[in-house]
């Protein structure tokens, strides 16, 4: 099963840069097939980048691997965290570096896959060691912000991060939570933090980028959420509802969620639960489409789909990189 998700430091990763591959790309590109591909050809440990494939309840909504992918190779960081709880940036880096370490000192190969950019961007280039904020502190923000309102939140959160303020969408409530909760517990803004990068980890990347055509793409998002309610993505939601969670964690924002909670409390009819809960991935998967291109720096590979003759393409410049280590 890995190590578990805890909140030590990572375990310390040998002098020699960690060979890892670092798989990207949007929601429903094909990049967790090609990753478990490499594990299963070089003898990998697949390793999750998908702040919502945390989750143990979300396991249909988000496509988490199946239990064929996950007997063909390790599989780590899926499914390990209740609904409950939130996974930052720096908390999931740490976890990461840990899974990587571990695989090194198996024979494995780590193979990290995802399409959260600030994840990779952490484990790739370092990020600020946010201290884990207490539920209870966010809770008392959350609590505040639903009394004052979105806007007295924002004009709180102008006056003690100005930086943050300008980069978060007018009404991203769980973004000014998160903000706010970070300054009332350590006294520094979280813009303070994400400056203060931990340092790139002696890491040695081999970068691919999963970026199929948009017509593609969005096809391969309407036929996944169709089959998400046909493998009982309702009953899945109906379960995690009936935990009765905070509304603003990242868990019951999980793309996919608030369609399907819409339509189980009668707010919308079936038709336009499809809709929306294909409309809502295309316009993520189009944001990811921007980070990829903007952020995912010089990868060693992209591919706008995926064949044989591509695969083995693939496989020979991941046998050059390891040659040449």
Not at 204 to 218: H, K, V
């Amino acid at each position: 099963m890995g190590l578990s998700a805890t909140e030590s430091r990572p375990a310390d990763l040998p002098a020699r840069p960690e060979e890892v591959v670092v798989v990207g790309g949007p929601t429903a590109s094909g990049k967790s097939e090609i990753a478990l591909d490499i594990a299963r050809e070089f003898g990998g440990a697949v390793i999750n980048a998908d702040s919502m494939q945390v989750y143990q309840e979300l396991r249909i909504v988000t496509a988490r691997p199946d239990d064929a992918a996950l007997s063909a190779a390790p599989h780590r960081l899926y499914g390990i965290l209740p609904a409950r709880e939130r996974c930052s940036a720096g908390r999931w880096r740490r976890m990461a570096l840990d899974e990587i370490a571990a695989a090194g000192r198996a024979g494995l190969l780590p193979v990290v896959v995802g399409g959260t950019g600030l994840y990779l961007k952490a484990v790739l280039d370092g990020s600020a060691e946010v201290p884990d904020i207490p539920e209870a502190a966010v809770q008392a923000v959350a609590a505040w912000l639903d009394e004052a309102g979105i806007e007295a939140g924002r004009a709180r959160l102008r006056a003690v991060d100005p930086a943050t303020a300008r980069r978060l969408p007018a009404l991203d409530r769980q973004r000014v939570i998160r903000a706010l909760s970070v300054y009332e517990r350590t006294g520094r803004p979280l813009s303070a933090w994400a400056n203060d990068t931990g340092g790139a980890p002696p890491l040695r990347p081999f970068r691919i980028a999963a970026l199929p055509a948009r017509e593609t793409l969005y096809r391969r998002i309407d036929d996944r959420f169709a089959r998400m309610i046909e493998r009982g993505a309702l009953d899945e939601v109906r379960r995690l509802e009936a935990l009765r969670l905070d509304p603003s964690l990242p868990a019951m924002k999980a793309v996919g969620v608030p369609q399907i909670l819409a339509h189980l409390r009668g707010e919308t009819d079936r038709a336009t639960m499809i809709a929306d809960g294909q409309t809502a991935p295309r316009r993520f998967a189009k944001r990811q489409f921007t980070w990829f291109r903007r952020q995912f720096r010089s990868p060693d590979a992209v591919f706008a789909q995926f064949s044989e003759s591509m695969r083995d393409e693939m496989f020979n410049k991941i046998r050059q990189f390891r040659l040449t280590g």
